[in-house]
């Protein structure tokens, strides 16, 4: 068996055509002129060994690399892969429920809500991080293949070379003032569920009461339609939670802007509560009768029970996170 000749072969099958029979010349040239006049099978294993593997060798003779996304970009793509995603699993989630209520007859009980919204939130995200886990690798194999970059060191964010002097624009980050993927996903997840029960609160927030089918909803617990008098400023209030998540993302640390957003935050967050919980009529008559009943309490205390603990309440989980906010941020 001539080894040179099946050499040569796996590594120009692997090669354009028109390419073949030059590199074949080049390659067997170079492949004499490592061995002696008299050699022998022993000569030409150690001189094939130091060429290496017939793939690598090809793949150093073609334009286009052999793998999808190399060590040059891998970097950029992961960092990216691992931003885009929850941004779109999220805003995925909070579309798909906006697209439950619109056909939502109030007819169902909380327990199939539930369970139907998870069932087609769970869906909806992986059909989501599908799509943009294709759509982001396509976009990078293309860029693998259009860079005319030879090195494989890995890239910058801004797709530029290494040097020491990007250093200097990285922050070092303390694990207790860092802001996990988790925590900004779970900030966008709840301001979507308690939008979702403020504009529905009529099918949603209520009483219910158990049967041979399951729960039924019975009474709901506020007015539908005072809870729409506030929606200009609840939706100021959704729109600041998503943009200080975003900005958590952005970031990946508590900083003291972050902390003063915040607090801004929930400044606005519990003026906007204390408002709305004040508002005459804004528990159902229904609602206040059957929890009267059950507590045996007149319906102003009742009444002035629900609206001071939700203040308390609120003022406290407000009060709390923002001396939260500030303590990380001091963080060094």
């Known amino acids: 068996m001539n080894l040179i000749e ?16 030059d590199i074949a010349l080049e390659l067997r040239s170079t492949i004499e002129d490592m061995l002696s006049d008299d050699y022998s099978e022993e000569d030409v294993k150690v001189a094939l060994e ?12 073609r334009d286009r690399p052999m793998y999808l996304i190399g060590p040059r970009h891998f970097d950029v793509y992961v960092t990216l892969l691992k931003m885009i995603l929850p941004i779109a699993a999220v805003i995925s989630f909070i579309s798909m429920i906006a697209e439950y209520f619109t056909g939502y007859n109030g007819e169902e009980a909380i327990i199939n809500v539930v369970l139907d ?8 995200i992986l059909e989501v991080a599908i799509q943009t886990f294709f759509w982001l690798t396509i976009v990078f194999a293309i860029l693998e293949r259009v860079d005319k970059g030879k090195d494989d060191h890995p890239l910058t964010a801004s797709l530029q070379k290494w040097t020491p002097d990007d250093l200097k624009s990285i922050p070092y980050i303390p694990k207790k003032k860092a802001i996990s993927k988790c925590e900004v996903f779970g900030g966008l997840l709840w301001t979507a569920i308690w939008a979702t029960l403020y504009f529905y609160a009529n099918h949603l927030v209520g009483v219910y009461v158990g049967d041979e089918d399951g729960l039924e909803f019975v009474t709901p617990a506020l007015n539908q339609e005072i809870l729409l008098q506030y929606w200009l400023i609840v939706g100021m209030v959704i729109l600041l939670e998503i943009g200080l998540s975003l900005y958590k993302l952005i970031k990946g640390q508590w900083t003291k802007k972050m902390s003063i957003f915040n607090t801004i935050l929930q400044v606005y967050a519990t003026f906007v509560f204390i408002v709305i919980v004040i508002t ?14 059950i507590f045996t309490i007149s319906a102003n205390h009742f009444r ?19 001396v939260d906010g500030f303590r990380k941020a001091r963080v060094r």
Do not use: C, H
């Open 6 to 21: 099946v050499y040569i072969q796996e590594v120009t099958r692997r090669l354009p055509e028109k390419n073949r029979e």
């Open 50 to 61: 130091k060429l290496g593997s017939p793939v690598s060798l090809a793949n150093g003779y």
């Open 117 to 124: 919204i998870v069932g087609y939130g769970i869906g909806r």
């Open 280 to 293: 005459p009529n804004l528990l159902n008559q229904e609602f206040i009768i059957f929890m009267t009943d």
């Open 304 to 322: 002035a029970w629900m609206v001071g603990g939700g203040i308390f309440f609120f003022i406290l989980s407000a009060a709390i996170s923002v």
